[in-house]
């Protein structure tokens, strides 16, 4: 299904009745397209996922997605909440939030120069999507506690299939970036894929640095078939 066929089944719908055609095309466009109809069959495997999982191991495949197609979001977390958490903090505020774009604005990892005003609702906007994602809790008025995630398993073995049905060899999987959003890094995601083989997801056999993967499931159908059970 693509951006334009989407939204116009949503304004069919009649289920919108308080939003405009514009501010829907938007939402549609700019929100749920770049996450979710990105790659072929994502919508419809969370379509699915979505009455089956817990609350919990859904949203980290909603949190998957978000970060993906939001890179400041996947920097804040990789470069700022894991860092610091590691580094023993309890909190993350607003003036961290603050610090992190303005120093990207500087960098050049912005298209254009960002206005203050943007500066200040893009910090809101990393702050607010990591307390729903569950990385932090308390009052957007002061700072937000730090609530390290504990990358589920049905989650796990989604991002490992995900990123296996894109093509990737298995170090490439074992070693994509997308683990770092949990706080994995390479030892921790190798741990993992023996977990998802304690559950027969999948067949990992290990000899030095040289890993390979037997796969269980050939499609994302028969996948989400199994997480959905």
């Not at 989407?6 to 719908?13: C, G, Q, T, V």
């Not at 961290?96 to 200040?120: E, N, P």
């Not at 390290?148 to 049905?165: G, S, V």
């Not at 390479?186 to 040289?210: C, N, P, Y």
Request: net charge positive.
């Amino acid at each position: 299904m693509t951006p334009r066929d989407l939204f116009n089944k949503a304004l069919e719908s009649g289920l919108f009745p308080r939003v405009t055609a514009r501010r829907l095309e938007n939402i549609v466009r700019e929100c749920f397209a770049p996450r979710y109809l990105r790659i072929p069959g994502v919508a419809l495997a969370l379509k699915q996922l979505a009455g089956s999982l817990e609350r919990g191991e859904f949203d980290q495949l909603l949190f998957l997605h978000t970060a993906r197609a939001n890179r400041i979001l996947a920097d804040f977390v990789t470069e700022v909440f894991w860092p610091r958490y590691g580094a023993g903090h309890d909190t993350l505020t607003r003036a961290d939030a603050l610090a992190f774009v303005r120093y990207a604005v500087r960098a050049g990892k912005t298209r254009s120069h960002w206005a203050d005003s943007t500066i200040q609702r893009v910090s809101a906007y990393l702050l607010g999507c990591c307390a729903d994602f569950g990385l932090l809790a308390g009052s957007s008025r002061g700072p937000r506690t730090i609530q390290p995630l504990r990358l589920h398993t049905k989650a796990a073995a989604y991002l490992a299939y995900d990123l296996k049905f894109q093509g990737l060899g298995d170090n490439q999987v074992l070693g994509h970036p997308d683990w770092q959003l949990f706080g994995l890094e390479w030892a921790d995601v190798r741990e993992q894929f023996k977990r998802l083989a304690l559950q027969r997801l999948l067949i990992l056999q290990t000899a030095g640095d040289v890993t390979h993967i037997s796969w269980t499931y050939k499609t994302r159908e028969e996948l989400v078939d199994v997480l959905a059970r």
